[in-house]
């Protein structure tokens, strides 16, 4: 009998692991003509595309619960708490989503290029629960052409992906939540505004020196030093990094408060990126979010008219988290070797999106508007 695999090291937890992958489980088969059961965006079922057969997905009773950031760690380099699936690598981007055995040939979602590639297993932590899609791809694509047809001064090519069939994926996006409690002791200083009257000269409209005053502003510091506290809920942090952080922050907020227990159904017919950012650099990425509010803490705490932040030593107690998966619809575009893509929230519909600007129709506009100028000019010159 084989033996089992090491135990991984902290450090390589969400490296390949050589041993065979077992078959994927999201691969449901429709009970009337066989063909495969895709979720149904909205609904809580898998659907036929076919036949139309629908079965039901039972709500599952598992509780969300947050879980022990140290002690998940130890069970993490145990193995004890990862699960192994099938990957697809894009080698022009990076990223790395769930595929079938059987797909040696696709396009990648994130960038558009094609991969060529034997899918390989990864044991990573599993995801607990996901926010199933809600937003259906008609309405997504709706949303995109919309969006694309209002640009202006985009490329044509642009244009005429809209129109291609394959151009919106449905994609589950990796996040960790933490929950921390936090101590903060600083130093710093308080300014308190106070004005004073001063004397100063100017030129009149005669062309002669005067005289006149007024008050000025000052502020006058004084050293202090405290301690805050802060209770931080579901600070969301991207494990992922083939999106754009900007677009994808900017699709917030999500209704992590209609989260469901993770089930492979959710899955059917979408792809799931595996992470990127592991858990100690999530964790690391959620104190630079959580220092934004902290220091805004202390500056309430400090008061006065302005504040000033000399230093900051922050403790954190009761570390949780969340491993989820989050639904968005993708479109990758390639212009002039530069990746593009349009994202849409799959919750709420909230759209975002890169684009590429026509040079030459910038250029022939500017040129328009110039000979209209100049024949506008010539006209009122004219006897």
């Not at 290029?113 to 990864?122: G, L, Q, R």
């Not at 394959?166 to 903060?184: C, H, K, Q, R």
């Not at 900051?312 to 989820?324: A, E, G, M, P, R």
Request: charged share 25%; proline share 5%; net charge positive.
């Amino acid at each position: 009998m084989a033996s089992s695999p090491p135990p991984m090291p902290p450090d390589q937890e969400n490296r390949n692991n050589e041993q065979p992958a077992r078959k994927a489980s999201s691969d449901f088969k429709c009970q009337q003509c066989g063909a495969k059961l895709t979720f149904k965006p909205g609904s809580q079922a898998l659907v036929c595309q076919y036949c139309n057969f629908k079965n039901v997905i039972k709500a599952s009773e598992e509780p969300i619960e947050e879980l022990d950031y140290h002690e998940y760690l130890k069970k993490a380099e145990a193995g004890d708490v990862t699960e192994e699936k099938l990957y697809i690598k894009c080698n022009t981007c990076g990223a790395e989503s769930t595929s079938e055995a059987n797909v040696t040939s696709q396009e990648c979602a994130f960038c558009g290029s094609e991969i060529v590639s034997t899918a390989h297993s990864k044991k990573l932590i599993k995801p607990r629960s996901l926010l199933p899609f809600k937003v259906t791809r008609n309405t997504a694509r709706e949303s995109y052409k919309t969006w694309l047809h209002s640009l202006w001064f985009a490329p044509n090519a642009l244009k005429k992906k809209a129109r291609l069939e394959a151009s919106l994926n449905g994609i589950f996006v990796p996040y960790w939540t933490f929950d921390s409690i936090t101590t903060s002791d600083y130093t710093g200083e308080r300014g308190q505004y106070y004005y004073v009257t001063v004397t100063k000269t100017r030129t009149n409209a005669e062309g002669e020196q005067e005289t006149y005053t007024e008050r000025e502003r000052r502020t006058r510091w004084y050293s202090t030093e405290g301690r805050v506290f802060n209770d931080f809920n579901d600070v969301l942090v991207l494990a992922s990094r083939t999106l754009p952080r900007k677009y994808t922050e900017a699709l917030e907020p999500w209704d992590l408060k209609n989260l469901a227990p993770y089930q492979d159904k959710y899955l059917s017919g979408f792809k799931a990126e595996s992470y990127q950012v592991n858990l100690k650099k999530g964790f690391k990425l959620a104190k630079d979010i959580m220092d934004d509010e902290i220091r805004e803490t202390i500056r309430r705490d400090i008061g006065g008219d302005e504040q000033r932040i000399h230093s900051v030593n922050t403790h954190y107690k009761n570390i949780s988290f969340k491993h989820i998966l989050l639904p968005v619809w993708l479109s990758a575009y390639r212009y002039h070797e530069k990746v593009y893509r349009f994202l849409v929230n799959a919750r709420t519909g909230e759209v975002q999106g890169e684009r590429p600007y026509s040079w030459v129709k910038i250029t022939l506009a500017i040129l328009a508007v110039i000979v209209v100028g100049a024949g506008i000019y010539y006209w009122h010159q004219s006897p």
